[in-house]
């Protein structure tokens, strides 16, 4: 499975190009999931999720959201923002629901219980129906001393990012169309990204 | 699917009044769905409060809008606990597309403790129908697995009640509504864990509603 590590530096690509983001055809859609996946050390993280390029109109930056707990580590994520919402480039169309697939990148700024506030970037992937591929990875940073990111806490490093792990399934990631209020671009800065 | 519950013999107990339970045909009070198109209600006990815990509110169909609700966690004192609470509708002039979730559950109704890791509802109108779905994982009654069907609107006995899994129901305008987990015990609560509507009487998601 590809790691959000590369994933990154696609990402990283689109927003070292500015303008490039907004010149991909591809029009700005929404991502929508919830489910668990479960950590290298069997504990089981908790996540729901949404992002969007569309502006979230209240006064927290662009639509969506994310919620996560890891049972392993005692964290809890809650989001404060949304900064971006990146494309990986991968769009298609699930047959047997004609509906889209896909990877996108969700960022954002977060309270959490162990580290304070933080940044963070979400890569979740629907793979199709009934979702038990879907794959979700979280990434959180924060500056070090008011300047580069350095990673806090991570999944990426785990042997398997699927909703439920090696399980029967462990919820859901949906990818859906755009729609007429989705007038934004993907892009947003990311600062999770951007590492010391 | 892994289970972290180990059976001592007391919940074995539990278990087999349980398994009792689940193999005794039980009266459903849900009045199930006629996919047909017919109207259907659910016609669970009125009781005396109901909380909603992230739920989106109503959005108009034609609306090309998205509305979303979240927590991290969520719970109604003595009746349930959830974690990552998530509700979103999406709208399109001709497409509604509505799901909620929440991990973690944990439901005690009438004595009853109704588990699972994560319940997810999802309902899709475009134009012409509409298709639900659930995502249930690790069900469990007082400890005991559940096998789900993915069958709509399958039912489990409970002490005075039933628990309707995947519950669809289709209203007299083709609206889709999907309860991942609808629990109803007569004259103590009614409880829905992740509702996802859509169609023509618009679009909505709720983690949670609980009467009790």
């Known amino acids: 499975m590809r790691s959000l590590i590369s994933v990154c530096a696609i990402a990283a690509l689109v927003l070292a190009a500015g303008g490039f983001a907004s010149a991909w055809v591809s029009p700005c859609d929404f ?64 047959p047997k629901t004609h509906q889209p697939t896909g990877t996108r990148l969700i960022c954002g700024t977060a309270r959490t219980n162990q580290f304070g506030d933080v940044n963070w970037v979400v890569d979740a992937k629907d793979t199709g129906e009934p979702g038990d591929n879907d794959v979700f990875e979280i990434r959180l940073t924060q500056p070090v001393s008011g300047g580069p990111q350095h990673i806090v806490y991570t999944t990426e490093h785990d042997s398997d990012h699927t909703l439920g792990g090696p399980g029967p399934g462990g919820g859901n990631i949906q990818l859906h169309k755009p729609n007429p ?3 934004g671009s993907f892009g947003g800065p990311c600062p999770a990204l951007t590492l010391s | 699917m892994r289970h972290a519950v180990s059976y001592g013999s007391g919940l074995l107990a539990v278990a087999a009044v349980a398994a009792i339970l689940l193999v005794s045909p039980v009266a ?17 006990t009125l009781l005396g409060t ?5 739920g989106t509110g109503t ?15 969520g719970s109604i004192p003595s009746l349930l606990m959830g974690e990552a609470l998530h509700a979103v509708t999406i709208g399109y002039p001709d497409q509604i597309d509505s799901e909620a979730s929440l991990a973690a559950l944990a439901l005690n109704v009438a004595g009853m403790s109704i588990g699972a890791d994560a319940v997810m509802a999802r309902a899709l109108a475009v134009v012409g129908g509409a298709v639900g779905t659930s995502n249930i994982t690790n069900l469990s009654i007082n400890g005991v697995p559940i096998p789900v069907t993915g069958d709509p609107n399958q039912t489990v ?5 039933v628990l309707v899994i995947n519950e669809q129901q289709v209203l007299s305008d083709g609206t889709m509504v999907v309860n991942a987990l609808h629990a109803i015990v007569s004259g103590v609560a009614d409880v829905v864990v992740a509702s996802a509507m859509a169609g023509l009487s618009g679009g909505n ?5 609980a009467s009790y």
Do not use: M
């Not at chain 1, 950590?39 to 639509?63: E, I, M, Q, T």
């Not at chain 1, 005692?74 to 900064?83: A, E, F, M, Q, S």
């Open chain 1, 31 to 94: 991502l929508t999931g919830g489910g668990f996946i479960i950590r290298d050390s069997g504990a089981k993280a908790n996540f729901g999720v949404g992002g969007s390029c569309k502006p979230g109109g209240d006064g927290h930056g662009l639509w969506g959201h994310l919620e996560y707990i890891d049972h392993g580590t005692g964290l809890n994520v809650h989001w404060t923002t949304i900064t971006a919402y990146l494309d990986d480039g991968d769009t298609a169309t699930d």
């Open chain 1, 181 to 183: 209020s989705t007038s």
């Open chain 2, 28 to 44: 459903v009070e849900a009045q199930l769905p006629d996919l047909s198109g017919a109207t259907s209600t659910i016609t669970g």
């Open chain 2, 50 to 54: 109901t909380t909603v815990l992230n």
């Open chain 2, 59 to 73: 959005l108009v169909a034609g609306t090309s809008d998205a509305l979303q609700s979240s927590d991290l966690a």
């Open chain 2, 157 to 161: 006995g409970l002490l005075g009640g």
């Open chain 2, 205 to 209: 998601a709720q983690a949670v509603q």
